[in-house]
């Protein structure tokens, strides 16, 4: 083996989930504000703002719809239905540094990186000016644009398409196992995030960083 091979590795992109590897994301981080009883929230988030809700957001249903036809479903809980439209910011928190961090250095070592993630088009939108570390990445595939979520592979195949590598060619993060395992059947590399830690160990052991 040449000196060169041990040095190189063999992903050539790096394609980045946004929601809880970048971006902290939760519904209950908005929630716990509003609902004291921890009975009543576990029953709310449980059977009314279910994650069917975010699925539809995450696969191009504006935001004002899916509260709409929620509360249309739930009027009793219509108040709190409706902060999910109007403070769904709160839903959203500071950048993982770590995971930022992580970003700046691929980059900076000449890595490609892109991103590929279940978000609503209309929320997305409303974050992008939050996060200047989103106009970093060469591309950015929402699944609210494409409508059709992580894991269909329709998804992926997408993200390859359009940026012109194959799976094999790339090293893809995200913290949910079911997207992690849609990704590894159509051959990407793949890492589960749980910290940013983790990911700079992972990232190291594949020769993507030093």
Not at 65 to 87: G, S
Not at 184 to 208: I, K, V
């Amino acid at each position: 083996m040449s000196p060169e091979s041990d040095t190189t590795s063999e992903f050539s992109v790096v394609v980045f989930d946004l929601g809880n590897v970048l971006i902290p994301w939760s519904i209950r981080s908005l929630y716990d504000q509003l609902i004291d009883d921890p009975v009543e929230l576990d029953y709310f988030l449980g059977n009314v703002l279910t994650s069917d809700v975010n699925r539809r957001l995450d696969s191009g249903v504006p935001l004002g719809e899916v509260t709409a036809d929620l509360i249309a479903k739930h009027p009793e809980y219509a108040e709190l239905i409706d902060a999910f439209r109007t403070r769904w910011s709160e839903t959203v928190g500071e950048p993982i540094g770590g995971s930022v961090e992580l970003l700046r250095a691929l980059l900076d070592s000449g890595v490609r990186c892109v991103a590929l993630t279940n978000f609503g088009r209309d929320t997305f939108d409303s974050v992008k000016p939050r996060y200047p570390f989103l106009a970093w990445f060469e591309g950015i595939v929402v699944s609210g644009y494409e409508r059709v979520t992580k894991p269909d592979a329709r998804l992926y195949e997408i993200l390859c398409e359009r940026y012109g590598f194959v799976p094999s060619e790339a090293f893809f993060i995200d913290d949910s196992p079911a997207n992690i395992g849609a990704a590894a059947a159509l051959g990407f590399g793949t890492h589960l995030f749980t910290d940013p830690e983790a990911l700079a160990a992972d990232l190291r052991s594949r020769r993507l960083l030093n």
